[in-house]
């Protein structure tokens, strides 16, 4: 018998899963917010969403969906001993969620240059409704993007002991735990993307 | 306790997943172009769910996970629904 350290993946993965609870709550209590404040602004939303760019979210849509597709596969490259392949998917899921924030810059960036942002004089003078919208547009995109920026991190994270052969074929269950936590952040989008820019 | 039971996913059956997701999302957005009037909203999110089904059991592995976690997972998705429903019965019916 070896003194390998006491190692339980089962464990591990279900605290995961806990964790990624406390975020579907997090964001299922701010789609509450959301489905309220449209009930009782719905033309405002209705005009507000209107102005948002469909093709830039379904290009940002898209774009996370391949990544989440990237990395699921990493698991099946690290399961069949191919470390290269692993670290070439991590690549691309991270070159991919680089360019989701690229594109949450510009889209971001066109709002604020119209005098769209929370707390401008111009959204108050439009009203409610538009105040409502866009703060919660800001809010929940701002804060889908934040767990992209940790999910990237976790990930980079996940590479770096990929390489130090610290994750092997038969112990993988970190790269299986990031795996999940940037499938939670695609499966958000998944939400914010109809309910922001396709329910018009 | 588990460590030994892996499970290798096939890189084409992610492949086919990715692929669907793609239509699916090409499907919402063109749909909802069209002024369907209320049933644009059931649509949307009708779809949305769909692939949400597809990254949780698929991408997320949950498929071949234990009965337990498939219970605990649909447990806080109905929590959720429920928290929404409820919320709305009151707003529309208040």
Redesign the interface.
Known sequence: MTTETHRDDLASKTGMWLFLFTEMLLFGGLFVVYSVYRYRNAEAFHLAAEELSVFVGTINTIILLISSATIAMSITAIQKHNKKLTLLLLGITVLLGLAFLVNKYFEWGEHIREHIYPGSPILASRGQGDVLFYGLYFFMTGLHALHIIIGLVFICVIGRLIIRDKIVHDNFVLLENSGLYWHLVDLIWIFLFPLFYLIT | ???VK?H????RT??Y??AL??VL??T??TL??ISLGTF??TI??L??AI??SF??R????LKF??LM?KL??LA??L??CL??FI??LD??YR
Request: aromatic fraction near 8%; glycine fraction near 0%.
């Open positions: 306790m588990e460590n892996n290798i996913v096939p890189y992610f492949l997943v990715l997701l793609i999302t090409l919402s957005v909802t172009q644009t909203v949307a999110l779809i949305a692939k949400s990254v949780l698929i991408f997320m592995h996970e234990s976690l605990m997972v806080v998705i929590i959720i928290v929404i919320t709305l707003y529309l």
